[in-house]
Protein backbone atom coordinates (compact mmCIF):
# COMPACT_ATOMS: atom_id res chain seq x y z
CA UNK A 1 0.00 0.00 0.00
CA UNK A 2 1.41 3.29 -1.14
CA UNK A 3 0.93 5.81 1.71
CA UNK A 4 -0.20 8.96 1.21
CA UNK A 5 1.73 12.53 1.83
CA UNK A 6 0.15 15.45 1.11
CA UNK A 7 2.21 18.28 0.54
CA UNK A 8 1.90 20.62 3.66
CA UNK A 9 1.75 24.61 2.69
CA UNK A 10 2.11 27.04 5.33
CA UNK A 11 -1.37 28.81 6.45
CA UNK A 12 -1.59 32.76 6.10
CA UNK A 13 -2.17 34.04 9.69
CA UNK A 14 -5.08 35.59 8.35
CA UNK A 15 -7.05 32.58 7.01
CA UNK A 16 -6.49 30.51 10.27
CA UNK A 17 -7.76 33.72 12.54
CA UNK A 18 -10.86 34.30 10.36
CA UNK A 19 -11.17 30.27 10.73
CA UNK A 20 -10.61 29.95 14.04
CA UNK A 21 -12.53 33.30 14.66
CA UNK A 22 -15.87 31.35 13.23
CA UNK A 23 -15.60 29.09 16.37
CA UNK A 24 -17.41 31.35 19.39
CA UNK A 25 -15.83 31.51 22.65
CA UNK A 26 -16.62 33.02 26.32
CA UNK A 27 -14.62 35.73 27.27
CA UNK A 28 -12.64 35.78 30.66
CA UNK A 29 -10.35 38.08 32.39
CA UNK A 30 -7.26 36.48 33.59
CA UNK A 31 -5.55 38.12 36.72
CA UNK A 32 -2.58 37.91 39.29
CA UNK A 33 -0.05 40.37 41.04
CA UNK A 34 2.65 42.31 39.85
CA UNK A 35 5.92 42.24 41.80
CA UNK A 36 4.40 45.05 44.06
CA UNK A 37 1.07 43.38 44.79
CA UNK A 38 -0.96 45.43 42.40
CA UNK A 39 -3.49 43.63 40.22
CA UNK A 40 -2.95 42.77 36.82
CA UNK A 41 -5.16 41.44 34.36
CA UNK A 42 -6.23 40.74 30.65
CA UNK A 43 -8.80 39.97 28.81
CA UNK A 44 -8.24 36.55 27.30
CA UNK A 45 -10.37 33.87 25.40
CA UNK A 46 -8.06 31.24 24.82
CA UNK A 47 -8.57 29.57 27.90
CA UNK A 48 -9.93 25.72 28.52
CA UNK A 49 -10.15 23.07 30.99
CA UNK A 50 -7.86 20.60 30.46
CA UNK A 51 -8.07 17.99 32.97
CA UNK A 52 -10.19 16.60 35.91
CA UNK A 53 -8.43 14.53 37.68
CA UNK A 54 -5.79 16.26 37.98
CA UNK A 55 -8.04 19.31 38.28
CA UNK A 56 -6.07 21.78 35.20
CA UNK A 57 -6.75 24.48 33.02
CA UNK A 58 -5.12 26.41 30.52
CA UNK A 59 -4.72 29.80 29.59
CA UNK A 60 -2.98 31.36 26.68
CA UNK A 61 -0.65 34.77 26.62
CA UNK A 62 1.58 36.40 24.37
CA UNK A 63 4.98 36.68 25.49
CA UNK A 64 4.74 40.07 26.15
CA UNK A 65 1.88 40.17 28.07
CA UNK A 66 2.27 41.96 31.26
CA UNK A 67 -0.17 39.50 33.14
CA UNK A 68 1.81 36.30 31.87
CA UNK A 69 5.13 38.13 33.74
CA UNK A 70 3.03 38.67 36.84
CA UNK A 71 1.76 34.67 37.03
CA UNK A 72 5.08 33.55 36.28
CA UNK A 73 6.34 35.35 39.15
CA UNK A 74 3.36 35.01 41.99
CA UNK A 75 2.92 31.49 40.88
CA UNK A 76 -0.94 31.70 40.57
CA UNK A 77 -3.73 33.06 38.65
CA UNK A 78 -7.40 33.47 38.49
CA UNK A 79 -9.98 32.94 35.54
CA UNK A 80 -12.84 35.33 35.78
CA UNK A 81 -15.74 34.43 32.88
CA UNK A 82 -17.14 37.72 31.86
CA UNK A 83 -21.35 38.03 31.44
CA UNK A 84 -22.65 40.07 28.81
CA UNK A 85 -23.09 43.30 30.87
CA UNK A 86 -18.89 43.09 31.20
CA UNK A 87 -18.72 44.67 27.51
CA UNK A 88 -17.04 47.49 28.81
CA UNK A 89 -14.94 45.22 31.80
CA UNK A 90 -13.95 43.34 28.59
CA UNK A 91 -12.50 45.77 26.23
CA UNK A 92 -10.68 47.60 29.08
CA UNK A 93 -8.80 44.57 30.30
CA UNK A 94 -8.23 44.17 26.45
CA UNK A 95 -5.76 47.23 26.38
CA UNK A 96 -2.09 45.80 27.00
CA UNK A 97 -1.35 46.63 30.57
CA UNK A 98 -3.11 49.78 31.32
CA UNK A 99 -3.37 50.12 34.86
CA UNK A 100 -6.58 52.48 33.93
CA UNK A 101 -8.49 49.36 33.70
CA UNK A 102 -8.79 48.89 37.60
CA UNK A 103 -10.05 52.38 38.22
CA UNK A 104 -13.63 51.82 39.82
CA UNK A 105 -13.52 47.47 39.09
CA UNK A 106 -14.83 45.94 42.42
CA UNK A 107 -12.24 42.92 43.30
CA UNK A 108 -11.41 41.00 46.04
CA UNK A 109 -8.09 38.82 47.19
CA UNK A 110 -9.12 35.11 46.49
CA UNK A 111 -7.36 32.13 47.84
CA UNK A 112 -4.30 32.65 46.19
CA UNK A 113 -4.39 36.50 46.15
CA UNK A 114 -5.32 36.94 43.19
CA UNK A 115 -7.86 38.95 41.95
CA UNK A 116 -11.55 38.04 41.65
CA UNK A 117 -14.15 39.74 40.54
CA UNK A 118 -17.42 39.45 42.64
CA UNK A 119 -19.89 39.53 39.81
CA UNK A 120 -18.26 37.19 37.37
CA UNK A 121 -20.32 34.62 36.03
CA UNK A 122 -17.79 32.00 37.67
CA UNK A 123 -14.19 32.39 38.74
CA UNK A 124 -11.53 29.61 38.85
CA UNK A 125 -8.50 29.98 41.09
CA UNK A 126 -5.31 28.11 40.09
CA UNK A 127 -1.48 27.88 40.93
CA UNK A 128 0.78 28.18 38.43
CA UNK A 129 1.66 24.02 37.24
CA UNK A 130 4.20 24.84 34.67
CA UNK A 131 4.54 27.18 31.36
CA UNK A 132 4.92 25.42 28.03
CA UNK A 133 6.38 26.97 24.38
CA UNK A 134 3.18 27.81 22.20
CA UNK A 135 4.89 29.47 19.36
CA UNK A 136 4.59 33.54 19.57
CA UNK A 137 2.42 32.64 22.91
CA UNK A 138 2.89 30.76 26.14
CA UNK A 139 0.52 28.49 27.48
CA UNK A 140 -0.08 28.62 31.65
CA UNK A 141 -1.37 25.59 32.81
CA UNK A 142 -2.84 25.79 36.32
CA UNK A 143 -3.84 23.55 38.80
CA UNK A 144 -7.40 24.22 39.70
CA UNK A 145 -7.33 25.30 43.77
CA UNK A 146 -11.20 27.11 44.03
CA UNK A 147 -13.91 26.71 41.77
CA UNK A 148 -17.32 28.80 41.97
CA UNK A 149 -20.01 29.95 39.82
CA UNK A 150 -22.45 33.11 40.88
CA UNK A 151 -26.32 32.30 41.53
CA UNK A 152 -28.41 33.37 38.69
CA UNK A 153 -28.78 32.81 34.71
CA UNK A 154 -27.23 35.97 33.63
CA UNK A 155 -26.30 35.42 29.81
CA UNK A 156 -22.53 34.69 29.11
CA UNK A 157 -20.83 37.36 27.02
CA UNK A 158 -19.33 35.97 23.59
CA UNK A 159 -16.49 36.48 21.07
CA UNK A 160 -17.26 35.85 17.52
CA UNK A 161 -15.71 36.64 13.91
CA UNK A 162 -13.04 39.20 15.95
CA UNK A 163 -16.03 41.31 17.98
CA UNK A 164 -17.77 40.60 20.91
CA UNK A 165 -21.24 39.15 20.79
CA UNK A 166 -24.34 38.14 23.05
CA UNK A 167 -26.51 34.93 22.37
CA UNK A 168 -29.21 36.65 20.61
CA UNK A 169 -27.29 39.06 18.43
CA UNK A 170 -23.84 37.44 17.21
CA UNK A 171 -22.72 39.74 14.63
CA UNK A 172 -23.01 38.51 11.11
CA UNK A 173 -20.15 37.12 9.09
CA UNK A 174 -18.27 39.56 6.95
CA UNK A 175 -18.16 39.82 3.21
CA UNK A 176 -15.03 39.30 1.67
CA UNK A 177 -13.51 40.21 -1.73
CA UNK A 178 -10.70 40.42 -4.24
CA UNK A 179 -10.34 44.71 -4.70
CA UNK A 180 -7.49 45.06 -7.87
CA UNK A 181 -7.14 49.01 -7.80
CA UNK A 182 -4.57 51.09 -9.73
CA UNK A 183 -2.56 50.62 -6.59
CA UNK A 184 -1.85 47.24 -6.54
CA UNK A 185 -3.95 44.31 -5.18
CA UNK A 186 -6.26 45.33 -1.96
CA UNK A 187 -9.33 43.64 -0.77
CA UNK A 188 -12.60 44.02 0.68
CA UNK A 189 -14.21 43.43 4.33
CA UNK A 190 -17.11 44.60 4.60
CA UNK A 191 -19.49 44.37 7.94
CA UNK A 192 -23.01 45.70 9.24
CA UNK A 193 -24.74 46.08 11.81
CA UNK A 194 -28.47 46.45 12.57
CA UNK A 195 -28.95 50.34 13.06
CA UNK A 196 -25.66 51.13 11.91
CA UNK A 197 -23.96 52.23 8.43
CA UNK A 198 -21.80 49.68 6.43
CA UNK A 199 -17.97 49.89 7.20
CA UNK A 200 -15.65 48.38 4.81
CA UNK A 201 -11.76 47.34 5.58
CA UNK A 202 -9.80 48.00 2.21
CA UNK A 203 -6.58 45.90 3.19
CA UNK A 204 -3.52 45.67 1.62
CA UNK A 205 -1.25 43.14 2.71
CA UNK A 206 -1.46 41.08 6.22
CA UNK A 207 -1.96 43.65 8.47
CA UNK A 208 -2.15 41.43 11.30
CA UNK A 209 1.06 40.63 10.68
CA UNK A 210 2.66 43.96 11.33
CA UNK A 211 3.19 44.96 15.01
CA UNK A 212 1.57 48.81 14.51
CA UNK A 213 -0.10 48.48 11.17
CA UNK A 214 -1.01 51.94 9.95
CA UNK A 215 -4.53 52.17 9.96
CA UNK A 216 -6.59 55.14 8.26
CA UNK A 217 -10.72 56.08 8.99
CA UNK A 218 -12.70 57.61 6.47
CA UNK A 219 -16.06 58.98 6.54
CA UNK A 220 -17.76 59.00 3.02
CA UNK A 221 -18.51 62.07 1.02
CA UNK A 222 -19.91 62.16 -2.22
CA UNK A 223 -19.29 65.88 -2.60
CA UNK A 224 -15.51 65.52 -2.29
CA UNK A 225 -15.20 61.95 -3.73
CA UNK A 226 -17.86 61.66 -6.29
CA UNK A 227 -18.10 65.35 -7.86
CA UNK A 228 -14.78 66.70 -6.85
CA UNK A 229 -16.32 69.49 -4.66
CA UNK A 230 -13.65 72.41 -3.88
CA UNK A 231 -15.97 72.38 -0.32
CA UNK A 232 -13.45 69.70 0.32
CA UNK A 233 -10.59 67.43 -0.09
CA UNK A 234 -11.94 63.70 0.73
CA UNK A 235 -11.00 62.58 -2.36
CA UNK A 236 -7.20 63.67 -1.83
CA UNK A 237 -6.81 62.62 1.83
CA UNK A 238 -8.56 59.30 0.75
CA UNK A 239 -5.81 58.94 -1.97
CA UNK A 240 -2.75 59.97 0.47
CA UNK A 241 -4.02 57.20 3.31
CA UNK A 242 -4.02 54.59 0.44
CA UNK A 243 -0.21 55.99 -0.75
CA UNK A 244 0.93 55.55 2.72
CA UNK A 245 -0.55 52.32 3.15
CA UNK A 246 0.95 50.77 -0.35
CA UNK A 247 4.39 52.48 0.39
CA UNK A 248 4.16 50.39 4.04
CA UNK A 249 3.52 47.36 2.55
CA UNK A 250 0.61 46.30 4.65
CA UNK A 251 -2.20 48.53 6.08
CA UNK A 252 -6.25 49.16 6.55
CA UNK A 253 -8.55 51.68 5.48
CA UNK A 254 -11.30 51.82 7.17
CA UNK A 255 -14.28 53.46 5.12
CA UNK A 256 -17.90 54.09 6.06
CA UNK A 257 -20.62 54.28 3.86
CA UNK A 258 -22.23 57.96 3.91
CA UNK A 259 -25.73 58.28 5.34
CA UNK A 260 -26.35 61.33 3.83
CA UNK A 261 -27.15 63.22 0.46
CA UNK A 262 -24.22 65.51 -0.74
CA UNK A 263 -26.54 68.50 0.12
CA UNK A 264 -26.15 67.32 3.44
CA UNK A 265 -22.47 68.60 3.27
CA UNK A 266 -19.24 66.41 4.06
CA UNK A 267 -19.30 63.94 6.04
CA UNK A 268 -15.96 64.14 7.78
CA UNK A 269 -17.55 65.97 11.16
CA UNK A 270 -20.31 63.45 11.88
CA UNK A 271 -19.77 60.04 13.90
CA UNK A 272 -17.50 56.89 12.64
CA UNK A 273 -19.26 53.75 13.73
CA UNK A 274 -16.72 52.53 15.84
CA UNK A 275 -17.99 49.20 17.13
CA UNK A 276 -17.88 47.75 13.68
CA UNK A 277 -14.40 49.35 13.37
CA UNK A 278 -13.04 47.44 15.97
CA UNK A 279 -14.79 44.00 14.99
CA UNK A 280 -13.19 44.36 11.04
CA UNK A 281 -9.77 45.26 12.61
CA UNK A 282 -9.74 42.45 15.35
CA UNK A 283 -11.02 39.86 12.39
CA UNK A 284 -8.25 41.10 10.78
CA UNK A 285 -5.35 40.69 13.89
CA UNK A 286 -5.09 44.32 14.28
CA UNK A 287 -4.90 45.18 18.35
CA UNK A 288 -2.25 48.14 18.39
CA UNK A 289 -2.36 50.08 15.08
CA UNK A 290 -0.77 53.08 14.17
CA UNK A 291 -4.28 55.43 13.19
CA UNK A 292 -3.65 57.83 10.65
CA UNK A 293 -5.87 60.11 9.15
CA UNK A 294 -9.16 59.95 10.79
CA UNK A 295 -12.28 61.54 11.96
CA UNK A 296 -12.51 63.54 15.49
CA UNK A 297 -13.56 61.35 18.28
CA UNK A 298 -12.35 58.32 16.86
CA UNK A 299 -9.37 57.45 18.65
CA UNK A 300 -11.06 57.56 21.90
CA UNK A 301 -13.85 55.50 20.94
CA UNK A 302 -11.44 52.71 19.63
CA UNK A 303 -8.95 52.78 23.03
CA UNK A 304 -12.40 52.68 24.96
CA UNK A 305 -13.62 49.69 22.45
CA UNK A 306 -10.32 47.85 23.46
CA UNK A 307 -7.95 48.73 21.13
CA UNK A 308 -4.54 49.93 21.44
CA UNK A 309 -4.46 52.96 19.87
CA UNK A 310 -1.30 54.64 18.31
CA UNK A 311 -2.23 58.51 16.82
CA UNK A 312 -0.30 59.16 14.13
CA UNK A 313 -2.11 62.06 12.26
CA UNK A 314 -4.84 63.54 14.08
CA UNK A 315 -7.01 65.80 11.10
CA UNK A 316 -9.64 64.41 9.85
CA UNK A 317 -9.63 62.26 6.70
Not at 4 to 29: C, H, I, N, Q, S
Not at 120 to 136: F, H, P, Q, S
Not at 156 to 178: I, N, Q, W, Y
Not at 207 to 221: D, E, Q, T, Y
Request: one cysteine or more; hydrophobic letters at 45%.
Amino acid sequence: MTEFTPELRPVPARDLRAAMGAFATGVTVVTSLDATGAPVGTTANAVTSLSLDPPLVLACFGRSSRTLAALRRHGAFAINVLGAHHRELSAAFARSGDPAAWDGVRHEPGATGSPRLPDALATVECVLERLVDGGDHEIAIGRVVGADVAAGDREPLLFFRGAHARLADAPPAAVECALPTRRGGFRAVALSRAGGPITVALVHGDPGAVRHPLVAAHPGCLLGEAFGSTLCDCRAALDRSFDAIVAEGAGVVLYAKPEASPAEGCAATRPFDAATATGLLRRLGVSAPRLGAHPPGLAAELQRLGIEVHVELREAA
